[in-house]
């Protein structure tokens, strides 16, 4: 039986530009998924519209609640994305991720049914940096490791519940406060799961080199880079759309 994958992707109203051309990239070249899953603090309802939506019979959106750290916010709200969906395996996007090949999510992040963990083995961040120690803050330990490949990243469903309750058993909070009560750059949602599947469930997931796959056919982009409105007139043309 086929494992059922749905595409979690958490953005708000700055970011709507980005999001439209991440799912036309989608609609376009990625295959293997059962639905889109957008996820948008309430404070962003009057800013979205239906039609920056290219397949609407295969994407739900859904409202969390309002951060005032939005960038925190963001990180809590796919900590819970197993809230959002009832999908075995949840695969995260941002807002400025593309694809620009054709991509069967089965095919290139699962193995035997597993999800796969693809990860850098020399970082481009120091040991230091809050987005790698956030890790051994929270763990106790640190990653032999950089978990921050290129995107996408999926995860079983179980694996947030297993790190909520680490979190609550090791530091007596909620995992929500304990990353609510840090500054934005020493929180990594992706660093963290990644960590409690190693830590707690590593025979569940395939561990891959990143640099195994050169051709990788999803690319982030930095949504706040000054070239941005440049950068989406290009892939809008490149998949086949004005400009957003």
Known sequence: MTTVIDIYIRTYFRDLRWLHLSLLSIAKFVEGYRRIVVVLPRSSAERFRSEQIPDPARTTVVYCDDYADDYIGQQVSKL???LHTDAALITHLDSDCVFEAPCNLP???TQDGCPIIRV???SRRRASDGWRHCVTDLHGRPLPFDALAAPPWTYSR?????LRETCQQRHHMTLEAW?????CDTVSEFSLLAAQAWFHHRDQYHWIAADAH???PCRQYWSRSPRAAHLRSALAQQLGQQSP
């Open 120 to 122: 850098l083995s020399q």
């Open 179 to 183: 990353c609510l009560a840090r500054r």
């Open 80 to 82: 819970h994305a197993d």
């Open 158 to 162: 179980s694996l947030y519940a297993s």
């Open 214 to 216: 050169p051709n990788w």
């Open 107 to 109: 095919a290139q992040l």
